[in-house]
């Protein structure tokens, strides 16, 4: 397994869980040396228990010694990175470097497998590239992934589907066993050409940005209207046409999956000559919702933020996680700072992913309840259980003035005007 981020930490001890032998390597010295005393680098719920549980066990390694890993190996997993570049494409750079160091270590039965998200045509390339580099045809596969940050176990070892691209019958039977454990509950084990199984991945994830876009402009329109999102919300989900997932409104998605291929796929399509009109507008949507708290901000307290104090609770993109990237509590910071306002923050785990991009710049509260203390307005970003009962008369005694604006919904509208305190949702009313 190469490559030992979310994907490839998750995706080699689940195989080890299930009775593999998994050597997970990385070019990263100081994360490989932390795996091996038992460090996590990632927030990941049930995580940390499986890795220590097979590297005592021996079926899980971690090296960055590619000598140590790859000849021995029947699948080699390439799990890397592959982050946006500046014109929105996919940077296939770290994936081709594996590809490099993988050819000359490579056993002749072995069995390249493409984990990371990738444009349509990359394994084709990569097969082209490893015949130029061995000399001979190696196999290939297609194996994206689907994993929740929060819930990437569970994701994995109870998948709603698994997804292979491969060329030959030989290759797909291989993959099939190594998932056969996890399939056990008829859950379906899909085999499709490469470009297909590529295809998959970004139409699946582009298609949720787009419910979510859909669901956050339905809501801004409720509240011009007057109407409740929420009783809008459960009238159409219960179209099995439709369906309740992904139809919460909010702040706007992050995190590393769905900002960055709405992004890649966009570029696909206009290298084809197609125009993508519904994912130009999901990343316009999108990137239009990460401002909306602070303009219902400077509604309640001014242009000028200066002697301000806002809290805001929750600074990782969803809950269950740490990782900050594209997080909308980032947008809302800049803006307030900018503004000239003190800001008191608070998560559970992302807090110190946090402190590392802006030092000294906020106020970091042990607690909630300490992030909100002299504030004159409270931003909910992130909906962590934690937040989801608060006592509502002591906060009220610690702010400054009982104002919340609540980015994810948590709270009936009209339970939080008998608490005596102003509150604003995302698409509510008072009257449902």
Known sequence: MIGTGYVGLVTGTCFAESGNGVTCLDIDEKKVAGLN???IPIYEPGLTELVKRNHAAGRLKFTTDPDAAIPTAKCVFIGVGTPQGDDGRANLSALFGCVE????????DAIVVIKSTV???????VAARLKEL???????ASNPEFLKEGAAVDDFTKPD????????PEVTEVLHDLYRPFLRTERPFLSMGWESAEMTKYVANC????KISFINEMANLCERVGADVNSVRRGIGHDQRIGFSFLFPGVGYGGSCFPKDVRALMRVAEDTGVEPRILAAVDEVNDRQKHVLFEKVKRHLGDDLSGKTVAVWGLAFKPRTDDIREAPALVLIDALLKAGATVQVHDPVAEENVREQYGDKLIYGEHHYDAARGADLLCICTEWNEFRNPDLDF??????????LDGRNLFDPADMAEAGFTY???GLSAGG
Do not use: C, F, S, Y
Not at 101 to 108: E, G, H, N, V
């Open 37 to 39: 005393q038992g460090v």
């Open 101 to 108: 160091t993988i050819a000359p270590r490579l056993a002749k």
């Open 119 to 125: 444009p349509v045509g990359t394994n084709r390339k």
């Open 134 to 140: 061995t000399g001979r045809d190696v196999d290939v």
């Open 161 to 168: 589907r698994v997804v292979v691209g491969t060329l030959r």
């Open 207 to 210: 298609l949720l940005a787009t």
């Open 395 to 404: 906060l009220k005694h610690t702010m400054n003035a009982p104002v919340i």
């Open 424 to 426: 604003e949702g995302i």
